[in-house]
């Protein structure tokens, strides 16, 4: 059984910066890609950043040159930065992982945390 948190979402004021986190547990060999996604009020959920396990970074435009995306692979937890937050950036956001359950099994599996809320206003 695998399961991802996240936690560091809030209220925070225009222009301010918040670190969320996200951990993976349960029965895992190997965690290939960790991402970040959000879904704004009335939105479709989209792209934030995603991260391999060799630190290559993916970015959507809107994140680009505010947020970073890392990743500390002993502890199986991705991180994302986010600074000069705007309303805008009003979100749930949701971590995954595509990762790896056996070494004997090349399958991978996407599992997706339970969001953690956003909210950027005065």
């Known amino acids: 059984q695998v399961q991802l948190v996240a936690s560091g979402g809030g209220l925070v004021q225009p222009g301010g910066s918040l670190r969320l986190s996200c951990t993976a547990s349960g029965s895992i060999f190997k965690i290939n890609v960790m991402g970040w996604y959000r879904q704004p009020p009335g939105k479709q959920r989209e792209l934030v950043a995603t991260?391999?396990?060799?630190?290559?970074?993916n970015y959507a435009d809107s994140a680009k040159g505010r947020f970073t995306i890392s990743r500390d692979n002993v502890k199986n937890t991705v991180y994302l930065q986010m600074n000069s937050l705007k309303p805008e950036d009003t979100a749930v956001y949701y971590c995954?992982?595509?990762?790896?359950?056996?070494?004997?099994?090349?399958?991978?599996?996407?599992?997706w945390g339970q969001g953690t809320e956003v909210t950027v206003s005065s």
């Open positions: 995954n992982a595509r990762l790896r359950l056996r070494a004997r099994d090349i399958a991978e599996y996407i599992f």
């Open positions: 991260i391999t396990d060799n630190d290559s970074t």
